[in-house]
Every structure is written in structure tokens, then in C-alpha cells.
């Protein structure tokens, strides 16, 4: 699923592997859920053409769901 970050929010990152890092999402940016969004804790996030973690309470606090238009 698609969303709008409304508001700046952390994320982690394991980039190389074994090494974390902190990450912020800014506000406008467009991140896509991987994971299943109604579980709870970490979920994965398409950001950046990468993939970084953050707990989906964030996600859902700070961002804003975008639907697909219909083509």
C-alpha cells in the first residue's frame, strides 16, 4: 500500500548488511508498505529504491493513505 509521509518520522535502515542505520522519512515523500500493514510492530517500507524498516504505528500516525487511480 501506498503513503504520503505528512509528517517526519524514523526508520531504520541495514544498509550494508549488519550495520544499521537511522533514517527520517520527510514529509512528502511517497513510501510503499511491503509488509502486511495490519500486523503490528516493524513492517517493511519501499524508500528511496531501498527497503528500511519502521513500526507501522508511525506509519499510520504520520502518513496518509494514497489509493491507486483506476486506469
Same mark, same amino acid.
Given at each position: 500500500?501506498?503513503? !504520503?509521509?505528512?509528517?517526519?518520522?524514523?526508520?531504520?535502515?541495514?544498509?550494508?548488511?549488519?550495520?544499521?542505520?537511522? +533514517?527520517? !522519512? &520527510?514529509?512528502?515523500?511517497? #513510501?510503499? +508498505?511491503?509488509?502486511?500493514?495490519?500486523?503490528?510492530? !516493524?513492517?517493511? #517500507?519501499?524508500?528511496?529504491?531501498? #527497503?528500511? &524498516?519502521?513500526? #507501522?504505528?508511525?506509519? !499510520?500516525?504520520?502518513?496518509?493513505?494514497?489509493? &491507486?487511480? &483506476?486506469?
Amino acid at each position: 500500500m501506498r503513503y !504520503l509521509v505528512n509528517d517526519p518520522f524514523m526508520a531504520i535502515r541495514d544498509q550494508p548488511p549488519g550495520q544499521f542505520s537511522f +533514517v527520517t !522519512l &520527510a514529509c512528502g515523500e511517497m #513510501i510503499v +508498505v511491503k509488509s502486511d500493514p495490519q500486523r503490528s510492530g !516493524l513492517v517493511d #517500507i519501499e524508500y528511496e529504491g531501498g #527497503i528500511v &524498516a519502521a513500526f #507501522i504505528r508511525d506509519v !499510520l500516525a504520520h502518513c496518509e493513505r494514497v489509493e &491507486a487511480k &483506476a486506469t
